[in-house]
């Protein structure tokens, strides 16, 4: 199975911050990762799709970069509602895998 | 808007087999290109992929779960199960069904928290 790290696992940050968190891969996975934002005792909500592609009423302050291996998902301007934890997801191979998680917290 | 809602005892106990199913609305469970999941989340920890189901009826499933799991589907119904046999502690977790759109998941429901226990 194709082993996601994510990292940090968790960070402080402000209002306004730019925030990044890595996702690196085990093995190369194209361009099959997508991005999820889940809040407290919700469900996990799709951001991006495809490394990049911004899921439909996703804000344009989430983007996602990266090929290959590694992979960075991106808040440009941090709002009080993006304080929630973010997982990564490959889909380029069965079994689908997620990465651990990185949970972004108010300083 | 496509809804999924989980549904299922809560409480299960050692060795027993997990049952749950998720009903779709608003929405074919046969529409063309998707699959339909289930995930799960144990308490404070990550997510696992535990399968998923086309409306063929044709499945995947995560090796780890060791030959446990099976999933499946009634289209006549507009929804889809989970069995997962001989569980244990190891299996309490909040489990999620999602529609899989080429392999994520862009809809979820609100997840069902089963705890495993005598």
């Known amino acids: 199975a194709i082993q996601l790290t994510q990292s940090p696992s968790s960070l402080s940050a402000s209002i306004g911050d730019r925030v990044s968190i890595t996702c690196r891969a085990s093995q190369g996975i194209s361009s099959a990762l997508a991005w999820y934002q889940q809040k407290p005792g919700k469900a996990p909500q799709l951001l991006i799709y495809d490394v990049s592609n911004l899921e439909s009423g996703v804000p344009s302050r989430f983007s996602g970069s990266g090929s290959g291996t590694d992979f960075t998902l991106t808040i440009s301007s941090l709002q009080p509602e993006d304080f929630a934890t973010y997982y990564c997801q490959q889909f380029t191979s069965f079994p689908l895998t997620f990465g651990g998680g990185t949970k972004v917290e108010i300083k | 808007q496509l809804q999924l809602q989980e549904s299922g005892p809560g409480l299960v106990k050692p060795s027993e087999t997990l049952s749950l199913t998720c009903s779709v609305s608003a929405g074919a469970i046969t529409s063309s290109g998707y699959y339909w999941a289930w995930i799960r989340q144990p308490p404070g920890k990550g997510l696992e992929w535990i399968g998923s189901v086309y409306a063929s009826g044709s499945t995947h499933y995560n090796p780890s779960l060791r030959g446990r799991v099976t999933i499946s589907i009634a289209t006549s119904k507009n929804h889809f199960s989970v069995n997962l046999n001989s569980v244990a502690a190891a299996d309490t977790a909040v489990y999620f069904c999602?529609?899989?759109?080429?392999?994520?998941?862009?809809?979820w429901g609100q997840g069902t928290m089963v705890i495993v226990s005598s």
């Open positions: 999602a529609r899989s759109r080429r392999a994520t998941f862009d809809i």
